[in-house]
């Protein structure tokens, strides 16, 4: 009986092991407008190649003036012969959120961002913003999807105007072979 717990747990841990082997987040392209260059300036979007398999992203934008009502409406959309309808839309209060976070997918995307990135108070926001070698890896616990190309669209709403717009596409590759 003792033996079988032993092989029980040996094979837990290496198919455990092989399981995260098989999971691979790629970042592929980043976008990044601003609308009202007077209130948000955005400095650098870019992704940087690390290795082969691992593509941080780096964002640098200075708010001009203070920004206390901020909302963000984020889309995620899966490419199928172009950027299919949307799989979750969400509007999030973001100085609500800051303050207690509210919405499991607005966590789980949240708990990607929050420690590469200078937000880590509530409203009002001013100054630069930034963040600094954000990576999607497969220890983030996020939910599951089908292999395929995704784009999260994220529109910042600064007193209910649209002020800039932040497009990240990744790759989701699930080989379990």
Same mark, same amino acid.
């Given at each position: ?18 399981l995260?082997d098989? *999971? ?6 980043? !976008?990044? %407008? +601003?609308?009202? =260059?007077s &209130? ?7 992704l ?15 708010f ?5 009502? *901020? ?6 959309? !899966?490419? %199928? +012969?172009?950027? =299919?309808? &949307? ?87 699930e080989?379990?072979?």
């Amino acid at each position: 009986m003792r033996n079988t717990l032993n092989v029980f747990g040996i094979l837990a841990i290496f198919f455990t092991w092989r399981l995260c082997d098989s *999971i691979t987040y790629k970042l592929t392209n980043v !976008k990044c %407008e +601003s609308f009202n =260059k007077s &209130w948000v300036t955005i400095n650098e979007c870019r992704l940087k190649a690390i290795s082969r398999n691992k593509t941080i992203f780096n964002f640098n934008a200075t708010f001009h003036h203070p920004a206390s009502h *901020i909302y963000l409406d984020y889309e995620l959309l !899966k490419r %199928e +012969s172009g950027y =299919k309808p &949307w799989l979750y839309k969400k509007r999030v209060d973001c100085c609500r959120f800051l303050r207690k976070p509210y919405d499991a997918l607005s966590i789980l995307i949240w708990n990607i961002y929050k420690d590469v990135s200078n937000l880590n108070h509530t409203c009002p926001f001013t100054g630069d913003i930034l963040i600094k070698g954000m990576y999607l890896s497969s220890q983030k616990k996020t939910l599951p999807f089908p292999t395929g190309e995704y784009m999260l669209q994220m529109s910042w709403l600064f007193y209910r105007q649209v002020q800039f717009v932040t497009n990240v596409s990744y790759q989701f590759i699930e080989s379990l072979f």
